[in-house]
């Protein structure tokens, strides 16, 4: 009998630098950890992604997203307040410490808290992660776990299944720089 991977495991995964795949309110998206390098990497291969293009970076909670952010308004804190967790990411001035590969090489990094019970206790166990759709680029985006599967090689990409996505619409992005 095959069991389903648990958000231990995946954390697991994570530290190893690996992939995990997580349900959110909108979309799956394909997780790493937003602090190394490789691991980020990673994303852009699977994904088929061309580099540079930015990534947003998943949070559990506003003091989480201040571990990637430099800057955050009262502006940020009452979006968050209003709107998280659910489908709003906020642009700010990253942290140094965000590597160039997750902010496609620019000053400003995207974060959103997603409104979904096993994408915020992954977070809470693992902290910040980049995560676009769980798609090879420019396909429709997976709203299932089943849909992930269907693309990703297990060995590649851990898939956490929580269930059928309820929008199937990325986040709306709101800029708080320029």
């Known amino acids: 009998m095959v069991t389903e991977p648990t ?8 530290k190893a630098g690996r992939l995990v795949a997580f349900p959110t309110e909108t979309v799956y998206g394909l997780g790493a950890d937003v602090f190394n390098e490789e691991a980020v990497r990673r994303v852009f291969t699977v994904k088929k992604r061309p580099m540079g293009n930015p990534l947003i970076v998943h949070v559990a909670d506003a003091r989480m997203a201040k571990r990637v952010a430099a800057w955050w308004p009262e502006t940020a804190e009452r979006i968050a307040a209003a709107h998280w967790p659910g489908p709003v990411s906020m642009v700010l001035p990253k942290k140094e410490r965000v590597p160039a590969i997750v902010t496609g ?22 902290g910040p992660l980049v995560g676009p ?20 090689l297990e060995r590649r990409v851990m898939v956490l299944d929580g269930g059928a996505c309820r929008e199937g619409i990325e986040s709306t992005v709101v800029a708080l720089v320029g």
């Open 7 to 14: 958000v231990a495991d995946a954390v697991e995964r994570l």
């Open 105 to 126: 090489g620019g000053p400003n990094v995207a974060v959103r808290c997603p409104d979904h019970p096993v994408a915020l206790e992954l977070l809470r166990a693992f």
């Open 133 to 152: 759709s769980a798609n090879v680029s420019g396909e429709v985006s997976p709203t299932t776990a089943a849909h992930v599967r269907g693309t990703f």
